[in-house]
């Protein structure tokens, strides 16, 4: 026992934790893993998989109690993530951005009267939460969006496409940001805006590289009109309202990316345990166990990072260069892992309807959203920096 006080941290998860985690993986491997191939085939989205994920209360754990959630927090939904993820990336980013982005974010910001009036259909999955920032001229930066709210006497009037939305053509809640002034950064708002607002249509569905059971669409808003209780924090303050969010969400997809390299990294282990000698001894070879072993010591790093990130956010602590490292990690390790995993099974990774095609397929798209990888290195360079 060293003699200096205090601990960083038991690096293991106990009690309470351990058993979500292992309900997580149970519902995981139960609901979403024997469907995940097919979902992704069809281009399906697993309704009624998500309907059941709701009903067992994993759509709820960033809702505060009061609101019939279960404030389970952001180190929870990290570890229910990678369960998720590990069996279906497309139904684990469908619970990310509904948990991380749009729940999350109406906890936080919304006026008790609207949590009040949305929160208990989006604990039951009545409703599913989408996120809506980027348009056609307006991806990585956030700040350059047109799309407009206008005051009109009790109301805000919303117009304007957003592109490439997850979970749009699904949703029943969609947190908007729109502009509502000329300064770039300080004209941006946030709002929520639900199916039935009159005004509120789905546009294009994009056909995509991976997360093919994932629908993204274009969300159309003309002429929308919503209560002035709908605004979320104060006018003005979208831009901060959306990178805030945004690191929450940044956990969510490192925590995707986790998932997605265990899977692939279980595929190589699962190849290699098979290759023995005449005598029936390990017989893989040493290159294939070196990258196993790579492998999977970044993937023990990237949790580390993505927890240590999440127990700070969960503490209310900022913490965008810690999230962003995760993500930086995570997603890097997904795409490498899944590239080992289909050059090592060789002809049953390269195919068509093989798992390790699906994760490089759905690892790609990692290092893209909620901050492409370059964007995620200069969040952390700013964080390196502000810290010298
Ligand atoms: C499957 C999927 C789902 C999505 N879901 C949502 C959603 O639910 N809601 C939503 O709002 N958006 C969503 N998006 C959009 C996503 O957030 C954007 O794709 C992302 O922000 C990148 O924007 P972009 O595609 O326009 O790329 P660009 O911004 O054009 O970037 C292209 C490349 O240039 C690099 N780059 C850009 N600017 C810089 C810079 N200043 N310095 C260095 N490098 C730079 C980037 O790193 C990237 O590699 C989704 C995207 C995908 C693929």
Known sequence: MSALEGQISDFELTGALAEFRDRSRAFAEKELLPHAAAWDRDTEFPREAVQKAADQGFLKITVPEEYGGSALGNLASCIMLEEFNAACPSAGVTVSVHNSLACSLLSKWGLPEVKAECFPKLVTGEWLGAYCLS?????????????????????????????????GSEAGLFIVFARTGE?????ISAFVVERDHPGVSIGKKERKLGLKASPTVEVLLENVRIPKRNLLGEVGNGFTIALDTLDGGRLGIASQSLGIARHAIDLIKAHLAGQVDHKGRPNASQAHQYTLADLSTDLDAARFLTWRAATLRDRDIRCSGEAAMAKLKASRLANEAARAAVSILGVDGASGASAAERCLRDARITEIYEGATDIQRLVIARSVLASS
């Open 183 to 187: 300064d770039r950064v300080k004209g």
């Open 135 to 167: 348009e056609a001229g307006s991806g990585s930066d956030a700040a350059a969006l047109v799309c407009t709210a206008k005051e009109d006497g009790d109301e805000w009037v919303l117009d304007g496409p957003k592109l490439w939305i997850t979970t």
